[in-house]
């Protein structure tokens, strides 16, 4: 006589992935652009990147305790969220400000709507905007590549970013090795791209959404008359493309759906920094596609095979 | 969506989904081997869809293998047949699989196997005759539905059926019962190919099989080209990729057919038959032995000697798994059928079915199971799904009771190969949502 046996529904074989393992395929992804942004922007991105981790870990633990749910801290989807969230800051910000980010990521935008896979728009992007609307001149204070290693000058030696300087000063070269202004994460576009291989080779995310991305990106540039080169190469756009875009949650989950987002995200990207009034238009153009996505997924479900279009019951009647 | 090509493939056709499941076929390489005869075996009238066989058989009757003890005046039914030489102990209701109650007629072998007399090769000269062989032989659709077959080869007169598929992809992990029929039956499978699409004046038939079986590839190959019948039948080497073995991805990988939801294969023109059957009509036409044992592969972390071995239909799970040595280790889970859609059992006395072609049991390790967390929305059960399926918008229409949403999300077309839970990060039951999903249809018609 055995004794008792689990009797589970089929199937009874796991490819083995978890949500965990996933997320921490992102991390390594990321610690390029980490690395990079304390090359680049010295020591105080390290800072930046530790507080905004430790700080949405705690916000998660905490909303979670209180919600009296079960915690989740442990799938790390907090720790990418953290470090996301700090490679989108200068290297000038406040830690206080950081934690303020981490706050609105997490409580209001990722635990408020019902935690892990709930969120409409993406937690990283959406505190990014909070904050750059709230403290617009901290958030865009730019500061020169390699500032720290020269001990004469003050901590802020204001510079432009490449997309705000009007002319194209930077060259190719500088952009794609990130030896220029920005937020800590989105100048090393080799960094980047290093991770986004990662994610690819791992198969955590396909290469549709960021290809069909800078590809609107780049044909909407020779539309406007703009160089193409300069204009995927600088910004957030990369950033933003391969971490931001490729966000489970907050995007379709069809193949077809995924292109559409990811056109509308270029396609948005590019009218803002052709006609809006800000420099950069790529977390506002991939949040409001979020927004949508609802909208997407509904015109772009998969047809099933065989499919039959079932008789309407009023039809009938 | 029917294409009346009736040209021989060469190569498989695209099908959409599946995943890459480990193979684990270690018994691949173990000749099949006859099962001493157990003392006692219980064999049910219900090893099949449709109506239940009633028992022709009383207590006492002294019975001989092959000889029919249970059979139904119903269309959609297949007789049931002794399959030990003995006593009929009692005819009492067991337990099944599903964990209702079953009637079934309880032999006390008496070791000698003594064939039954009258057993004769049928005459199959017309259609009917050769229809009522295939009742008579109690086949059924060994690959796991448990059809019967002679319902299956009756053809409806308005359907144009030109192409016989012969189901040899067994992409389940662990089972090699399949694998075997190719190398140790293969002038049998022909010679019942060749019966069929005379019978039935088909045109053309496709064998698929896994790429990951090469020698019973080649060996089909070799044979078909030897019996010089390569003009009609051809082997396709099909991608190692779980569903491949499921009816409608293996009609359109073999022909590129689609067949329409809630529609039948005989509706896009093909006939599909898994090998083992057409191994045991073969062996029923030429020598009159009905269907009375079954090529089991019984494998798993907790078996002591995983092997393939032919038992008497009505065996009990712990005599075969006994004969292999019993378990190694404490089992916590054992598994009728393969690991992708077979069930999982509650005891081991339970009896063995027509269409079982495997007992899996497994160790504690490989039995626990996977912490459930919350759905991320990452689409691998979208990409994996082979029916073009979307698992969380269903979900969430069987939360919301949506039964118009199910239905226009094609609920109904899911065929519960669990592709959809097993590439599941946050480790969800997909398929037992899936299952809710369409009895909750059925039951709002």
């Known amino acids: 006589m055995v004794g008792k046996l689990y009797a589970s529904s089929s199937p009874h074989l796991r490819q083995g992935d978890t949500t965990r393992k996933i997320m921490l395929d992102v991390i390594i992804a990321l610690l390029p652009a980490c690395i990079a942004s304390v090359v680049i922007f010295g020591y105080m991105s390290a800072v930046l990147i530790a507080v905004s981790v430790v700080s949405c870990v705690i916000c998660e633990y905490i909303c979670r305790r209180i ?243 079932p008789k309407k019951e009023s039809a009938s009647k | 969506m029917k294409s009346n090509d009736i040209s021989l493939p060469t190569v498989p056709f695209r099908t959409r989904g599946g995943v890459r499941v480990p193979h684990r076929k270690t018994t691949s390489t173990c000749e099949s081997i006859v099962m001493t005869v157990p003392s006692q075996v219980s064999i049910p009238m219900q090893q099949h869809i449709g109506a239940p066989c009633k028992p022709t058989v009383k207590v006492g009757d002294i019975v001989c293998v092959g000889q029919v003890i249970g059979d139904s005046d119903q269309f959609v039914s297949a007789p049931i047949h002794a399959t030990v030489s003995g006593k009929v102990l009692k005819i009492a209701d067991i337990p099944m699989t599903n964990g209702a109650k079953c009637q079934a007629v309880v032999i006390a072998s008496d070791g000698l196997q003594t064939p039954y007399s009258e057993l004769k090769p049928p005459k199959t000269d017309t259609l009917d005759e050769f229809l009522s062989a295939v009742r008579a032989s109690g086949l059924v659709g060994l690959g796991g539905a448990g059809f019967p077959t002679h319902v299956k080869l009756r053809v409806p007169k308005d359907k144009n059926v030109d192409t016989l598929v012969v189901n040899g992809a067994e992409c389940e992990p662990y089972i090699t019962t399949d694998h075997r029929e190719f190398l140790e039956n293969s002038e049998n499978i022909l010679y019942a190919i060749v019966k069929v699409k005379e019978m039935l004046n088909l045109k053309r038939v496709v064998i698929g099989i896994e790429k990951n079986k090469p020698d019973a590839i080649e060996l089909m190959r070799n044979l078909i080209k030897k019996e010089g019948k390569s003009d009609y039948i051809a082997v396709l080497a099909l991608k190692a990729s779980y569903p491949q073995g499921g009816e409608k991805v293996l009609i359109e990988a073999c022909t590129g057919r689609v067949v329409e939801m809630g529609k039948l294969p005989a509706d896009a023109g093909c006939i599909v038959m898994n090998v083992t059957s057409l191994g045991k009509l073969a062996e029923y036409l030429k020598t009159g032995m009905p269907l009375v044992t079954k090529r089991l592969t ?129 480790g969800k039951y997909i398929v037992q949502t899936m299952r809710t999903a369409k009895a909750m249809i059925r039951s709002a018609k």
């Open chain 1, 67 to 309: 919600m009296k749910r079960n915690n989740t801290i442990g799938d790390l989807s907090a720790v990418v969220t953290g470090i996301l969230l700090a490679l989108n800051y200068p290297v000038s910000l406040s830690p206080l400000i950081a934690i303020g980010g981490s706050v609105v990521a997490i409580v209001i935008v990722k635990q408020m709507f019902g935690g892990i896979g709930q969120n409409f728009v993406n937690p990283a992007l959406t505190a990014r905007i909070v904050l750059l609307t709230s403290f617009s001149s901290k958030m865009s204070n730019w500061t020169e590549p390699f500032a720290y290693l020269n001990k004469n000058a003050a901590d802020a030696v204001s510079t432009a970013t490449p997309l705000a300087d009007g002319e194209h000063l930077t060259s190719y070269f500088d952009l794609f090795f990130g030896i220029h202004g920005g937020c800590l994460g989105e100048t090393c576009v080799l960094a980047i791209l290093l991770g986004g291989i990662y994610l690819v080779a791992r198969r955590v995310i396909t290469p549709l959404i960021p290809l069909t991305y800078m590809g609107t990106v780049a044909i909407l540039s020779l539309c406007f008359g703009l160089d193409p080169i300069y204009q995927l190469l600088s910004g957030g756009l990369m950033l933003g493309a391969v971490f931001m875009a490729t966000d489970y949650t907050t995007t379709p989950l069809s193949n077809l759906g995924r292109f559409v987002f990811a056109v509308g995200c270029g396609l948005l990207t590019m009218l803002i920094r052709q006609f809006g009034s800000l420099p950069e238009g790529v977390s506002f153009s991939i949040v409001i596609m979020n927004i949508l996505v609802p909208y997407i997924e509904k015109f772009t479900r998969l047809k099933p095979k065989g499919f039959i279009k």
């Open chain 2, 298 to 426: 019984i494998a798993g972390s907790a078996i002591k000697e995983p092997k393939n071995v032919i038992v008497p239909i009505g065996t009990m799970i712990k005599d075969v798994i006994e004969f292999c040595g019993g378990y190694s280790e404490e089992p916590k889970k054992i598994l009728m059928g393969g690991p992708m859609m077979g069930i999982a059992l509650t005891t081991d006395e339970l009896f063995i079915l027509k269409q079982n072609n495997a007992i899996l049991a497994f160790n504690e390790k490989d039995a626990r199971l996977m912490e459930t967390t919350d759905c991320i929305r990452c689409g691998r059960c979208v990409a994996s799904c082979p029916m073009g399926l979307m698992p969380p918008l269903i979900s969430r229409a069987v939360k919301l009771n949506e039964i118009e949403e199910l239905k226009s999300l094609g609920a109904m077309n899911c065929m519960e190969c669990g592709c959809c839970s097993f590439s599941c990060p946050a």
